[in-house]
């Protein structure tokens, strides 16, 4: 496996130091020679707490702003939306002020420091298949790695280590850190908003050894655990230092090589692991290699961060500041969901786990929501959210009004079902999907014009129109096209749902009547797929959103075989964006790979995997939106599995989008729906061996070089296709 990060300096900034996590602790390593920055993170050390942040306002003036949305005076619409169609109080806005609503935070950072007079041979680098970073120079090697067993960041030194020593530093402006440290131990221990927030400690201990010294570090919170986090630490360490180093070592190097190595990838690339990894970044269009190393980084970051309690947030579990952009919080109009595209195709499904559990607190939360803001039943949750239950309203309707976030949650639901076949899991979380299904047959309202059944007022993802009477800038419509996918799919999926676990017939029947009664898809005067209900004209025609094609990805609406015009309204759609500066981002970047990879066109998806490597990746391969957004390592590296196979079409296709440069090259380990997984080997651009492992028994139809085949299997058991 190509799996080494490797850099002949230290790290610049936190942006070109490497990450080690185990999923719940994570830790940026800077590779510093005389004084070394170990940035520290535990997954639920935030700030904020819970507050109502619940506005009766809105369904008090909901017909009103309907009214206005109907007369088709946006421009008044958006204003009075402004008023009233808010959260209460200031919602996530916290960039000058420690509000309720919390960042996720730096656990602080430990420095070791040594007077060593030279950096010769200098070496610093991260190998993805064990998990461990190091770094190396004359006299010193440091071995770093986040163990999952143990709960607990190892810091193996070797060579002299006379006089080293260690300090720790947590500058949090509003949760003051108590510090207390000797030269072997550093606790550290806090509160957030004078009680109100969680407790939190850090606890640090250096052990001399005969070959140099082990540093322990380890974290915790009572957000979930109400018991004393610096308690759980001495525990914690207390087990970690009394085994064998070798053995954690080991051991922890098995777990990582267990779920890195189910998948292979080879591109037929020159191993160019003479030059450092910052200089083949900058250069990647003919480097294959780095290609497979950036796909497997991907899969390295989802193993690392996500594992524990609670998700991977905006930026996994990697955060070196107090208030970090957008919070660093969980935005679910894509970002969350991308984190978790990966998950299934790479056989990683369990690392989606902690977002399963997430969407289960989301429907508790969301019914506050939908009964205090909308008067409705079921739940709801909107474009932003936090460990805290904030599931209401943004503060600004632009692109805080996003009431389908939720439900596009459920499709991830769905998607583990369709790759794993557990009617268990599918038994589990009905009632979560069923709830959302709830909201919004409640909420829903007909379009007088159309007669049909809307959202309304709502908004495509953080875009905006042009008012046809004002010529103003408006986000606030009728019926977007991405909400009528999503509901779209979720009607269908709770109806599917019910009929597979064989209840719910009424519910199934009357999901189906809804979902019948939703806006068609629809093609717009540039040939593109419309992103509202009528023909707008874009006030950004390259925004970063690209919300209208979700029922192409990662939705299987559309689809060549069952709607050829809307397949080439979503090549149009893309055309159109790229050619205004679309994909600046790069989770942008990243979803325009996925799309091209649905669209069957390889060569685009690749010129995209390219730019999305060369402008909108950091030094140590995080993605950068900027700033570091992780969502677009996690996209990127979905959408090139999304190029070697698909599954959505109801058959496994082999290779759909496979790129020239990539004439090449095998993979082994990808997984389909149904619970294939799959091998396949390709020279001048065709299969010549492919095979299938039948996880569940059920009948497989795949395609292979344009030809089908189809068949019974049996649980367990291989089969060679070519």
Not at 358 to 374: D, H, M, N, P, Q
């Amino acid at each position: 496996m190509n799996s080494i990060l490797w850099y002949n300096a230290p790290a610049a900034d936190w942006n070109s130091a490497l990450p080690i996590g185990n999923g719940k602790l994570g830790a940026m390593i800077f590779g510093g020679v005389d004084s070394e920055q170990v940035q520290i993170n535990e997954e639920t050390l935030w700030s904020g707490y819970y507050e109502n942040s619940e506005n009766p306002e809105v369904k008090e003036h909901l017909p009103e702003l309907q009214k206005l949305v109907f007369e088709k005076k946006y421009t008044k619409a958006q204003a009075l939306c402004n008023k009233y169609l808010v959260c209460k109080g200031k919602g996530s806005y916290t960039t000058t002020e420690n509000g309720h609503y919390g960042s996720f935070q730096t656990a602080g950072e430990l420095y070791i420091e040594k007077k060593y007079g030279n950096s010769n041979n200098y070496r610093r680098q991260l190998d993805i298949y064990n998990g461990i970073a190091s770094v190396e120079f004359d006299g010193c090697k440091r071995e770093y790695f986040s163990s999952y067993k143990y709960n607990t960041i190892f810091i193996k030194i070797t060579g002299d280590t006379t006089g080293l020593t260690i300090r720790y530093q947590r500058n949090d402006p509003f949760a003051p850190t108590d510090i207390k440290s000797t030269p072997d131990t550093i606790e550290a221990t806090g509160s957030h908003h004078d009680g109100k927030g969680e407790n939190y400690a850090v606890l640090i201990k250096k052990a001399d050894t005969e070959s140099g010294c082990i540093i322990y570090i380890t974290a915790a919170t009572d957000y979930a655990d109400k018991t004393d986090p610096l308690e759980r630490c001495k525990k914690t360490l207390d087990v970690a230092m009394n085994a064998d180093i070798n053995e954690v070592e080991n051991e922890h190097k098995a777990y990582f090589n267990k779920y890195m190595g189910r998948v292979k990838l080879d591109l037929d690339g020159d191993n160019n692991d003479s030059l450092p990894t910052d200089e083949r970044i900058a250069s990647p269009e003919n480097d294959r290699a780095l290609m497979e190393l950036y796909f497997q980084f991907g899969r390295y970051l989802l193993v690392s961060s996500s594992r524990g309690t609670l998700p991977a947030n905006l930026q996994g579990i990697w955060c070196g500041d107090y208030m970090a952009p957008w919070n660093s919080d969980y935005h679910i109009n894509i970002n969350i969901q991308m984190n978790y595209w990966p998950a299934e195709i790479t056989n990683l499904s369990e690392f989606a786990q902690p977002f399963f559990e997430y969407i289960e607190k989301l429907s508790v939360w969301g019914k506050k929501t939908a009964e205090e803001t909308y008067g409705c039943k079921g739940w709801v949750a909107h474009t932003v959210t936090n460990p805290w239950g904030f599931t209401t309203l943004g503060e600004h309707p632009s692109w805080g009004a996003f009431m389908c976030a939720g439900a596009w949650c459920c499709r991830h639901l769905w998607e583990h079902y369709l790759f794993t076949k557990d009617k268990q899991f599918l038994e589990k979380y009905y009632p979560i999907i069923k709830g959302s299904a709830e909201f919004f047959m409640d909420f829903l309202v007909k379009e007088p014009e159309t007669g049909y059944l809307v959202t309304c007022p709502s908004n495509s993802p953080e875009n905006s129109f042009i008012d046809p009477e004002t010529s103003a800038a408006v986000a606030m419509s009728p019926g977007p096209t991405m909400d009528n996918s999503i509901l779209y799919d979720l009607f269908s999926i709770v109806s599917e749902s019910a009929n597979i676990l064989g209840i719910d017939s009424d519910f199934a029947k009357r999901a189906e009547e809804y979902r019948d009664m939703l806006p068609p898809l629809q093609i717009g005067k540039h040939g593109q797929l419309m992103e509202w209900l009528y023909d707008f004209d874009e006030a950004e025609p390259g925004h970063r959103h690209v919300s209208n094609l979700y029922a192409l990805h990662p939705s299987d609406r559309i689809t060549y075989s069952k709607t050829p015009e809307l397949f080439e309204a979503c090549n149009k759609t893309l055309e159109r964006r790229l050619a205004h500066g679309g994909g600046h981002t790069g989770w942008s970047r990243a979803w325009i790979i996925n799309f091209f990879a649905r669209l069957k066109n390889g060569e685009k998806a690749l010129e995209n995997v390219e730019a999305l490597i060369k402008k909108s990746t950091q030094t140590n391969m995080f993605d950068s939106h900027p700033p570091f957004q992780i969502d677009g390592n996690f996209g990127g590296t979905a959408g090139i599995a999304e190029m070697l196979l698909q599954s959505h079409e109801g058959f496994v296709n082999v290779l759909p989008a496979l790129p020239q440069k990539w004439v090449n090259g095998s993979f082994d380990g990808l997984v389909a729906r149904g619970g294939f997984v799959v091998s396949c080997e390709w020279k001048n651009s065709k299969v010549v061996s492919c095979s299938v492992l039948s996880l569940y028994g059920n009948d497989l139809s795949i395609q292979v070089d344009s030809k089908q085949f189809n068949m019974p299997t049996q649980k367990g058991i291989t089969y060679r296709i070519i």
